[in-house]
């Protein structure tokens, strides 16, 4: 098993069942990419993947690497450990990505006191290897701006 980006082993994790569209989301961590379904001919980012842009119709829908950046929209702070080994507390959190504010990912909030996740907060991604799947989790972000 991976570690994470503090170096410590990652908590157990559920895996998510992987399908052809999804596929590339939960395995370009593995090349430091967030890639994210965007349509070729509108230039909208769509998620969670799928091969329809629900903008302009069209189906010209295809992966396209993304900063990585991000910011919180909305989180909780979980003091239930719902997976044996699972630390608690954790905080489970919505992070719109820099390019398209209404693309939100589920993800957790690491490397940082559960009391220190803000609304608004700048973070970046970094993927924790379970298996053959890599995870994209969210760190704060120093160098990022807040969101309002």
Known sequence: MASTASGTAPPPRSLPVVDKDSQTFWTAGEQGELKIYRCQDCAY?????VRFCPQCESRRVEPE????????????????????????????????????????????IMNCPPEEVSFGMPVKVYFEQVEDLWVPLFEPDSEGAPRP
């Open 45 to 49: 980012y769509i998620h969670p993947p």
């Open 65 to 108: 690497a993304v900063s990585g950046k991000g910011h919180v929209v909305s989180f909780s702070i979980n003091h239930q450990q719902w997976v044996p080994g699972l630390p608690v507390p954790y905080v489970l959190a919505l992070v719109g990505i820099a390019e398209q504010d209404d693309v939100r990912l589920v993800t957790n």
